[in-house]
């Protein structure tokens, strides 16, 4: 079944029960991709808390993406689960000032400036109440990922330009790029080159980006084995054939991912609900 299919099917669902879509509850818009049932958050929460990573997928520019993650956070600690954030909008290097903003040793202003030195300021409203919570509950914020210069220069020049410093920056990770991930980027981008260089470098960049963070929260889950590692990242890092990929491919680990419906870039095209664990409707 392609998510249009699923959509359609949901948006019927709640028609004949009489739920109009702007009031819709949050329990009422899961989908559970194993049989494209509507799950409530209870349920979902239950599976999840089988997982050591769960992956919730955003738009960067879309708050109620991101207010889902919030709700996804919360349900979690809210039942008994011990969890910790992994942050796609943080480098692993600003791990000291992530953990001193969560003991409270780190001010507002402070805070905001190490956000800036990491990600696009112009989003910072939109995260505020996920890092607030995280310190009001005394959640651990774990940053994933890695120098923006390198994932850019691997976008320019490709992954065999980075020299020998930028490789231990990395890791010393391997960039595969292999034929699925390929078309499905391909298609999912509308890229216009088909198999050029350039769309070479660019899945190479990807692939760069999702296996410092899978590895960096494989990591974090290994050395905390009694939590769940919630990771928020954007949609083409946080289906199934990103982030979930690089953690099973570094460690035996259970893994689910969540993925917004209402990102219209990245559901250009039907996507299959294959590339998800569950889908989070946003009318």
Aim: glycine content about 6%.
């Amino acid at each position: 079944m392609t998510l249009r299919e699923a959509s359609k099917i949901l948006g019927t669902i709640l028609m004949l029960i009489g739920v109009p879509h702007h009031s819709a509850t949050a329990e009422e818009l899961l989908f559970r991709v194993s049989n494209a049932g509507i799950v409530s958050m209870q349920d979902m929460v239950a599976d999840l808390r089988k997982a050591r990573i769960v992956i919730v997928g955003e738009q960067h520019d879309n708050r109620d993406h991101h207010e889902a993650q919030l709700a996804v956070i919360r349900a979690l600690r809210d039942s008994g689960a011990s969890v910790a954030v992994g942050l796609e909008m943080f480098r692993s290097d600003a791990q000291p000032k992530l953990d001193a903003w969560v003991s409270g040793n780190l001010g507002v202003a402070a805070f905001v400036e190490v956000y800036a030195d990491n990600w696009d300021t112009s989003y910072w409203p939109l995260y505020r109440d996920i890092f607030f919570y995280a310190r009001e509950a005394g959640i651990p914020l774990v940053g994933l990922n890695v120098p923006r210069s390198v994932v850019s220069q691997v976008a320019r020049r490709g992954f065999a330009s980075l020299d020998e410093h930028q490789r231990q920056q990395l890791g010393g990770i391997q960039c595969d790029v292999d034929a699925k991930y390929r078309d499905l980027l391909g298609q999912v981008m509308d890229f216009k080159e088909g198999n050029t260089p350039t769309f070479s470098r660019f899945c190479e960049a990807q692939v760069v980006w999702d296996t410092a963070m899978g590895r960096h929260a494989a990591q974090y889950a290994q050395e905390h084995p009694n939590t769940v590692v919630v990771v928020l990242a954007g949609n083409f890092h946080a289906w199934k054939y990103g982030i979930a990929k690089q953690v099973r491919e570094h460690a035996d680990l259970p893994v689910r991912v969540i993925l917004p419906s209402s990102d219209t870039g990245f559901f250009r095209y039907d996507i299959v609900l294959e590339d998800a664990d569950y889908v989070w409707w946003h009318p």
